[in-house]
């Protein structure tokens, strides 16, 4: 295997079962067969709760920056790419920044902004929501987070798209340009937001960054912006993709979605089974620095492999009916946001942006369908819908 981002863990037969608009069955039954399973070049995927948990939490097992940067990052982003003590310091500073109180706080602009994008929509009977709403909602509410002009959004969505490698087909090295590019275009731009605040304080986010301190010393300017692109990435395009999953499910299911607007209160704990059962962030990678027993097989140190979020959150020793959808399941002690070291900094934020978002959405727009003819089709890394054009009365 030459490197985990050319590697093929599942076979073409196993890919098109996983892309399918219910994988839940294909990845089960997959879980329960190979639970340390080999795609066709040999790629190891853990995919039971049990394996995937004890390895985010071992502290000789590496997270995604083993082999350097990724993300097209120039240099190893973080916290993402570092590990052991150096993770912990900036998750020790980054942590209060991102906690429920801070969501908390957002909540009003969250409630207002998905207003205004709903007014702009609601009267025309049909949108694709997929732009208008869910990638529209997120990306404003990071600019606005961030301090920086909302006149910037397509600009970022560029940036972020070609990043993650939303692309059309072309070969490898072209591709990997595009995305250093893009990576140094964004790069630039956020140096240039920094160097306004240096100018002039702030108390958005970046300003914030400017100002905190780890271990008695302040962040060099090369740490904010490797903080600040990994926001771009990791904030932007995950929080799209699940709002975009959780409303094409509740356009499938319009018992579900009758329930959920008769019971409003019943949202926050849907949010976590929409994560659960679509599991947007699909996979992590982690390195192996000495072998690992796991499943009766040995591991070889320096193997890079995969850790499947997505079949963890569909294992029966984990959960009760896994291939049932409830969105009163308690608990529910899913990894959607992974699990260990590197559990996701945004959960507090993601999870009020997403309840935000289906509150106010079925408030105004309690029934609708999707336009005759859409094929709907799931794609990408985060996982989400080919579009989602709907109607409504
Ligand atoms: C529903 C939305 C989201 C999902 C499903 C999600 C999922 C994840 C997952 C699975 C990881 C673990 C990656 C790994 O272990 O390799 C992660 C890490 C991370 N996420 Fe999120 N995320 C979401 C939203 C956000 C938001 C809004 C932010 C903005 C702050 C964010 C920032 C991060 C950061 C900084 C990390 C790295 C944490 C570390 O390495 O310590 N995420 N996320």
């Known amino acids: 295997m030459a490197s985990i981002y050319t590697s093929t863990p599942f076979s073409p037969e196993e890919i098109a079962a996983l892309q399918k608009p219910d994988p839940q069955a294909a990845y089960a039954e997959m879980m ?18 049990e394996d995937i948990v004890a390895v985010a939490r071992r502290p000789d097992v590496l997270g995604t920056g083993a082999h350097g940067p990724t993300m097209g990052g120039a240099r190893k982003l973080i916290p993402l790419d570092l590990d052991g003590p150096e993770h912990m310091k900036y998750r020790r500073l980054l942590d209060p920044l991102f906690s429920g109180k801070r969501a908390a706080a957002l909540e009003p602009v969250v409630r207002e902004l998905a207003n205004e994008l709903i007014d702009a929509f609601i009267d025309k009977k049909e949108a694709d929501l997929s732009p208008a709403f869910c990638q529209a909602l997120p990306s404003q509410i990071f600019l606005r987070q961030m301090g920086l002009p909302a006149k910037d959004l397509a600009m970022f969505v560029e940036f972020k798209n070609v990043i993650l490698g939303h692309l059309p087909p072309m ?35 970046l300003g914030q960054l400017l100002v905190a301190e780890v271990d008695g010393e302040k ?18 395009d995950t929080v ?13 299911m319009p018992e579900l979605r009758r329930r959920l607007t008769a019971n409003p209160s019943l949202w926050g ?20 620095t000495q072998d690992l027993q796991i499943g009766g097989e040995t591991i070889p140190a320096g193997t890079t492999f995969f850790i499947a979020w997505a079949s963890a959150n569909l294992d029966e020793t984990a959960f009760e009916n896994p ?18 070291f590197h559990r996701c900094l945004g959960v507090q934020l993601a999870r009020m942006e997403l309840r935000v978002a289906l509150e106010e959405l079925h408030k105004r727009i309690p029934d609708y369908a999707f336009k005759p003819g859409h ?9 989400t819908v080919n579009g989602l054009p709907l109607q409504w009365r």
């Open 171 to 205: 070969p490898l090295p072209e591709r990997m340009a595009k995305i250093r590019a893009a990576s140094a275009r964004c790069y630039e731009y956020l140096g240039a937001a920094l160097d306004e605040r240096i100018a002039r304080p702030t108390d958005d986010l």
């Open 219 to 236: 962040l060099t300017r090369e740490q904010i912006l490797d903080i600040g692109y990994l926001m771009v990435i990791a904030g932007l």
């Open 32 to 49: 329960k067969t190979c639970p340390v399973h080999r795609g066709p070049d040999g790629t190891i995927t853990l995919m039971r709760m």
């Open 323 to 340: 291939l049932t959808f409830n969105p009163e399941r308690k608990p529910n002690a899913h990894v959607a946001f992974g699990s260990g």
């Open 375 to 383: 094929e709907l089709a799931f794609i990408g890394m985060p996982r």
């Open 240 to 252: 799209v993709a699940s709002l975009a999953c959780a409303i094409a499910r509740l356009a499938r």
């Open 269 to 288: 704990g849907a949010v976590d089974e929409f994560l659960r059962f679509e599991s947007p962030a699909q996979r992590s990678f982690r390195t192996a």
